[in-house]
Each structure stands twice: as structure tokens, then as C-alpha cells.
């Protein structure tokens, strides 16, 4: 089978990314062991200055994390620059085990509007970005044997139907609004201004500004920000002397509260029809 299987995705902290190559390299190892896999990771800013575009001859497996129960709103500019142009497409969100919401549909009807067609999609659990136990380790071992089981149905969908039929995935349409977290008394916190601060421990490697998806700490004094926070985790989680926290009260309330309501482990969901 002459395709290109395209793995594409958004990975503040590496758990989208786990999810989609998984998927990417065992449809391909489904489909036909010649098939090489073409990786877009998108996470960086530079990296979304620039159009992409597939053919009918690309599979894509794309990958986002699941913000406020939707597709991350700074994403959904890039994201429409991408056309399909008949392309086989495979949406997948990652969530921190509260719940994905109408993030699923939302990344489909996307990727329908530009001209793939939608063959199977998938909702996976990863460690939440807010958090070290909040589905600590996932996608883990368990979930990756879903991972590789979903691939093959993948495949078999692919290698198997001649006329290959579009998905149904989850969702509400109109899409509900954005998850709001509660303060103490119970009324809508709004976290989006707060941002990281830096303690001594940092030893100004550079690595955060580096690595911070919007581009937002400064190089030159990685405790500043020229730009906004989307409390990705990036910093926090991948600083490799524990510098950088949140203390804002809201932020850190919240992350309690869903670390205490959404302890039970969660499981994949897989649409393939
Ligand atoms: C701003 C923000 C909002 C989030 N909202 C949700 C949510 O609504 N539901 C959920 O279960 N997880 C939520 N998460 C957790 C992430 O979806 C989850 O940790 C994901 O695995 C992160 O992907 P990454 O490792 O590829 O960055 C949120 C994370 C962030 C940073």
C-alpha cells in the first residue's frame, strides 16, 4: 500500500506525544513494514508559523491535549492551516483523567472542515499537567496494549474496506464552554493570569525558554515572561532543578480539588465506526 502515515501532535509534557507515535508506529507496522512515519511535532511556536498540507495518498494521526475540555484555543489558528485535501485522518486527545468533553469532536469536525476524511478517533488518559499524581505514569503499560490494539483495527479498517467509512466520535454539539475550575466559595476562579515563578534553585540552563511552548520566558532572564502562560506544565515538570511553581491560592485549590474528585482511573475510548 503506497501511503505516508504522518504523526502529528501538541506536547507540553510528553504524553500526547507518547500516545500518537504509539498509534503512528503500529499502524504502520499494520499497514505494511516499508512505511516510514513523517513526525510534525507542533509544540514549539516556530513550528506553527508554518502551513502544512497532505494528499490522498497521507494517513494522519494527530494529537492535543485536552484543555478545559476542548481543543486548546491557542492552537485552533495552526490548526486550520492545515488542508487535508482527502487525506485519511485519526484525531486523538489526551486528557488528565477528568474528562475530555467535546475536545474529540471538536478536533474532527476541524480536521472535516479542511478536507480529511475522519476514519477513527480515540480519547487517551495522560498524567495530568497540573499535577505528579493525578494519573501518574499514564499512558502507562496498559494503555499502551490498547494503544497497539487500536492501531491494528486501524489498519485492518484501512487495508480491509474499499470504501473507507467516516467516524462518529463523542461529543455535544454545539460544544459546551470551556471547563471553568471553582474557588473556595464555590464561584468561577479565572487562572489564566497566573504564571510560573522561579526559586533559587534555578541555575539558569535555559532549558524553560527553550522548551515553553509559547515562547513566552525570556532568555535573558528566564524568571520573566514576555508573553502569556497556558499552565502547560512544560517548565514546571521538565526543569531539571525543581525551580519553577505556582502559588497563586485558585490555581492550587483546583489542583487539589481534581486530584481528590478524579482519582479513579479512567479508561481509553476508541471509535472506529
Ligand atoms: C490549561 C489546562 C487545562 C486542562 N484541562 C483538562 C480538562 O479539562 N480535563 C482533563 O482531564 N485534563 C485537563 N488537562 C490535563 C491535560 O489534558 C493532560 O495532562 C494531558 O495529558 C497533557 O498532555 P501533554 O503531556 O501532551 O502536554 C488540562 C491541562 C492544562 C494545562
Not at 471553568?180 to 522561579?198: C, E, L, M, Q
Amino acid at each position: 500500500m503506497n501511503k505516508t502515515i504522518n504523526a502529528m501532535y501538541f506536547s507540553a509534557t510528553d504524553t500526547t506525544k507518547k500516545v500518537v507515535s504509539g498509534i503512528a508506529w503500529q499502524v504502520s507496522e499494520n499497514i505494511s513494514t516499508e512505511i516510514a512515519i513523517n513526525t510534525i511535532d507542533f509544540t514549539l511556536p516556530e513550528v506553527r508559523t508554518k502551513p502544512v498540507s497532505f494528499t490522498e495518498e497521507d494517513i494522519l494521526i494527530i494529537g492535543v491535549p485536552v484543555y478545559a475540555g476542548r481543543v486548546p484555543n491557542i492552537l485552533l489558528k495552526y490548526l486550520n492551516t492545515i488542508t487535508g485535501n482527502g487525506a485519511l485522518a485519526i484525531p486523538v486527545v489526551v486528557y488528565g483523567n477528568r474528562n475530555y468533553d467535546d475536545a474529540l469532536i471538536e478536533l474532527k469536525d476541524v480536521l472535516q472542515l479542511n478536507g480529511f476524511k475522519v476514519i477513527a478517533g480515540g480519547a487517551f488518559i495522560g498524567e495530568h499537567s497540573f499535577s505528579i499524581t493525578l494519573a501518574k505514569n499514564r499512558p502507562d503499560e496498559q494503555d499502551m496494549a490498547i494503544i497497539d490494539d487500536f492501531a491494528k483495527q486501524i489498519g485492518k479498517k484501512i487495508t480491509t474496506q474499499e470504501e473507507i467509512e467516516t467516524v462518529v466520535v463523542k461529543g455535544t454539539r454545539p460544544y459546551r464552554k470551556h471547563y471553568v475550575p471553582k474557588t473556595k466559595d464555590g464561584s468561577p476562579a479565572d487562572i489564566r493570569k497566573v504564571v510560573p515563578k522561579t526559586n533559587s534553585n534555578c541555575i539558569d540552563c535555559k532549558l524553560c525558554a527553550n522548551l515553553c511552548p509559547m515562547g513566552s520566558i525570556d532568555a535573558e532572564d528566564v524568571s520573566k515572561l514576555n508573553g502569556i502562560c497556558i499552565k502547560c506544565g512544560a517548565c514546571i515538570k521538565k526543569c531539571p532543578t525543581q525551580a519553577k511553581y505556582y502559588d497563586d491560592q485558585n490555581y492550587l485549590r483546583h489542583k487539589q480539588e481534581l486530584e481528590i474528585e478524579f482519582a479513579s482511573r479512567r479508561e481509553p475510548e476508541l471509535f472506529l465506526t
